[in-house]
């Protein structure tokens, strides 16, 4: 039994639980029981404990957040994104409307796949994309 008997706890156990006097104060010991560390009759046995352990173990790992990943550099993406980068710059120009155009502006925001550049003042991104080898 608790030391000192709370009647405004055991009152709103009463309340809040729908259950007796002799229960609260039941709960009421046990709660004590489990802020010092004592061992109460619902306890598990300990082979389940470790079970139980285990299981958290694997379960409630906490996400770390995003992971950095070192990538490996794609010498041929990055041949093709600065080729392309150059032509763009230096050969590309085309008739449209009737009008000579060429393209301005040109910048390699990603060395690996992106090219941002401008034609008549709008603005436009190449993405190269290398699609995956077909599952066999």
Do not use: W
Request: hydrophobic share 35%.
């Amino acid at each position: 039994m608790p030391t000192v008997i709370n009647e405004q706890r055991i009152n709103f156990l009463m309340q809040k639980l729908g259950i007796s006097y002799e229960e609260a104060l039941e709960l009421e010991d046990y709660d004590e029981d489990v802020k010092k560390n004592k061992k109460t009759q619902y306890d598990l046995p300990p082979e389940k404990m470790k079970v139980v352990q285990e299981m958290n173990r694997k379960c409630d790992h906490k996400k770390s957040g995003p992971r950095k990943l070192e990538r490996k550099p794609n010498e041929i993406k990055e041949a093709l994104v600065f080729a392309l980068a150059d032509f763009l710059e230096n050969e590309c120009e085309f008739t449209l409307q009737d009008v000579l155009t060429y393209c301005d502006a040109v910048e390699i925001t990603n060395k690996n796949r992106m090219i941002h550049f401008k034609v008549n003042d709008k603005e436009y991104d190449l993405q190269l994309i290398e699609k995956r080898a077909p599952k066999a």
